[in-house]
């Protein structure tokens, strides 16, 4: 469990990514489909994106330095 001197410090640690998604559906299946569509261009390499549909829709973006 991370305590409140840990958190600190690993937000401003210069090797952290940081993704922020937003999601929106009619259903729980909705969501799920966009968080596995969103999920699939993060893990391709892309740093932004967003889709929708009539069902459902996503955006992200992804900021922060990858560690090597």
Request: glycine share 8%.
């Amino acid at each position: 469990m991370w305590d409140h001197l840990t958190i600190p410090l690993l937000l401003n640690h210069p090797h952290m990514l940081r993704v922020a998604i937003t999601l929106e559906g009619r259903t729980i299946e909705d969501i799920d489909k966009a968080l596995d569509e969103a999920r699939r261009q993060v893990l391709n390499g892309d740093r932004s994106g967003s889709d929708a549909s009539e069902s459902g829709a996503f955006k992200f973006q992804v900021t922060g330095q990858e560690e090597t």
